[in-house]
Nanobody
Framework: QVQLVESGGGLVQPGGSLRLSCAASGSIFSDYIMSWYRQAPGKQRELVASITWVGSTNYVDSVKGRFTISRDNAKNTMSLQMNSLRPEDTAVYYC????????????WGQGTQVTVST
């Protein structure tokens, strides 16, 4: 069983930066693709960015060039550096792990609030 704990959310002004972190425990970190999702009020949860064990990344178009996902395999952690934040980035951000081997388990963190506002 994998436990995921996010940190780093908060209130920031438009144009500002935040760094989210996710600490994973309880399983073999290399077996998982790690991702960040977000859910804004009244909207569906969406995939923001993902990263494989070897560092291959994928981003939703709206954050390309502004957000950077990374992982430290030695420390079992993942981060999301968010720059040039916009009000539309306001959401609860969730850490997600998907196992790449059978039975392809998925796990979620509890979420951390990011609010971009003046």
């Amino acid at each position: 069983q994998v436990q995921l704990v996010e940190s780093g959310g908060g209130l920031v002004q438009p144009g500002g930066s935040l760094r989210l972190s996710c600490a994973a425990s309880g399983s073999i970190f290399s077996d998982y693709i790690m991702s960040w999702y977000r859910q804004a009020p009244g909207k569906q949860r969406e995939l923001v960015a993902s990263i494989t064990w070897v560092g291959s990344t994928n981003y939703v178009d709206s954050v390309k060039g502004r957000f950077t996902i990374s992982r430290d395999n030695a420390k079992n952690t993942m981060s999301l550096q968010m720059n040039s934040l916009r009000p539309e980035d306001t959401a609860v951000y969730y850490c997600h792990a998907r196992k790449v081997k059978f039975p392809f388990n998925t796990h979620w963190g509890q979420g951390t609030q990011v609010t971009v506002s003046t």
